[in-house]
């Protein structure tokens, strides 16, 4: 399973470092994707994706103020979170995947449960 933790409350402008950890299958040999979804929304295309050959990369409105990183002695997959604006907020959820391909066509083998992020003032 993944579970996502490290959500809370953080002003406009703030950070936060999201942690997605696996336990039960070594998330080293999977392509793990961050997704969001905002209030009253759908679950929004993928921010950011981690490959398993170390290839990472964030998309769209995640680009320059986020970043995904892993710690594979630990199971873990980071989302850093920098310049939060209020449409950040939202539930954020990690997804484990074969490839890239399968995180951005919603092809997963594991998804976490989400953890929140309210961006407010």
């Known amino acids: 399973q993944l579970v996502e933790s490290g959500g809370g409350l953080v002003q406009p402008g703030g950070s936060l470092r999201l942690s997605c950890t696996a336990s039960?299958?070594?998330?080293?040999?999977?392509?793990i994707g961050w997704f969001r979804q905002a209030p009253g929304k759908e679950r929004e295309g993928v921010l950011c994706?981690?490959?398993?050959?170390?290839?990472?990369d964030c998309l769209d409105s995640a680009k320059g103020r986020f970043t995904i990183f892993r710690d594979n002695a630990k199971n873990t997959v980071y989302l850093q979170m920098t310049s939060l604006e209020f449409e950040d907020t939202g539930v954020y959820y990690c997804?484990?995947?074969?490839?890239?391909?399968?995180?951005?066509?919603?092809?997963?083998?594991?998804r976490g449960q989400g953890t929140q992020v309210t961006v407010s003032s």
């Open positions: 039960g299958f070594t998330l080293e040999h999977f392509a």
């Open positions: 994706i981690s490959m398993s050959n170390g290839s990472d």
């Open positions: 997804a484990a995947g074969e490839a890239r391909y399968s995180i951005v066509h919603g092809i997963h083998d594991y």
